[in-house]
C-alpha cells in the first residue's frame, strides 16, 4: 500500500527559511531557481527592502503587478509556509538591524561627524549608492544575460533615453570589441522605426530605462516584444514599466547629490557584465579584443563635411582622426 506524502516530506522538497539568514539573501541565494513571475515578486521586495514585505499581501502583489497566488508560490519556493511566517521572520529582521544600528550610532557619537564636510558626505553618497546596487543586483540575472549575449550570431542592439544613451554608447562601444554583430540606435525616431522592421527572435535589445522612464524606449520594447525579441532591461530599482515583459532585469540605485539621477552605479554593474561576458566567451573574446588592441598607431580617417543650419548658414567642417 503506497503511503501518501505528508506535509513534512512536501516541506523537504523546498528549501528552509532560517531565521539566521536575511530574507534578501535568501531571495538572492534561490534567484536561479525563480519563475520569471517569482522574479518580479523579488524585484518588488528588494527595490524597498525590508518595507515592501511589511506590506499586505495584495500591496505587495500589486507592487510586482502580479497576482495575490503568485506572491504566495513565491514566498513558499523560499521555504516559508506562508505570508504570515514570511512577515514574522522580516519583522525579528527588521528587530535585530534596528538594534545594531541603535548601537552603531552611540558608539560613534556626535564627534565623529563635526568633521565631514560636504565633499566627503557626497562621496559618501557615491560610494553607498554603488554598494546598494551590487547588494541588490541578482549575480545569477548578471550571468544569464552574459550567456545570452555570448553568441555572436544574435544580433545586440543597444539604446536607451535622452540622458541613459549615454550608457548604450559606453556598453555598445566595449561589446563590439569582446563581440562581432552589434549596433547602437540612435534616439531618431525614423532610425528606431526602421530597426523595428529588421528585428526577430534572434536578436537580443538591450535598453538603458532609467527615470523619468523614456515612452519611446517603452514603445520600442513593446513593439519588439510582439516579434519575440529578447530584451535586457538595466533600470533603477523602482522598475521601467518594460521590466513586465524584459528577459533580464538589471538593476542600479541612481541615488545622486544633485538634482539629477546618477548613473555611476549602473556604469558599474555594465563594467561587472562586460568582465563576465569575456569570461564566459573565454579566447575568442581576449583575441578580439587584443586585434583592437593592435590597430596600428598609424591608421588615420580624413573627413570633409559641409551643411546649412536653420538659419541658412554654411559650415564646413574637416578634420583629421588618428
Known sequence: MTKRPTDTAKNRERPAASSA????ELLKSQWQTLTKTDRKVGRALLAEYPL???????????????????????????????????QRTLHREVQSLVGSAAGAAGESGAGSREGLNNIQANVRVFQNSIASSFDNVQLAELGEAARMMSDPRRRILCMGGMVSQVLARYFQAHINRI???????????LDRSERLLDISRKDIIVIFDFPNYDTDNIS??????????????????????????????????VKSVSMFNSMVPAMSVIEVLLSELVSTIGKKARERIQSFDDVPGGVAVNWDEESDDDRGNHHRLTGRLT
Open 21 to 24: 539568514v536575511a530574507i534578501s
Open 179 to 189: 563581440r562581432p554583430n552589434t549596433e547602437l540606435v540612435g534616439n531618431n525616431p
Open 220 to 253: 520600442f520594447a513593446r513593439l519588439a516584444s510582439e516579434k519575440n525579441t529578447a530584451i535586457v532591461l538595466f533600470t533603477d530599482q523602482g522598475l521601467s514599466p518594460i521590466a513586465d515583459i524584459a528577459d533580464s532585469v538589471i538593476c542600479a540605485s
Open 52 to 86: 515592501a514585505g511589511l506590506e499586505t499581501l495584495a500591496e505587495l502583489a500589486e507592487r510586482g503587478n502580479v497576482s495575490v497566488p503568485s506572491v504566495v508560490r513565491c514566498i513558499k519556493k523560499l521555504g516559508f509556509d506562508g505570508y504570515p511566517e514570511f
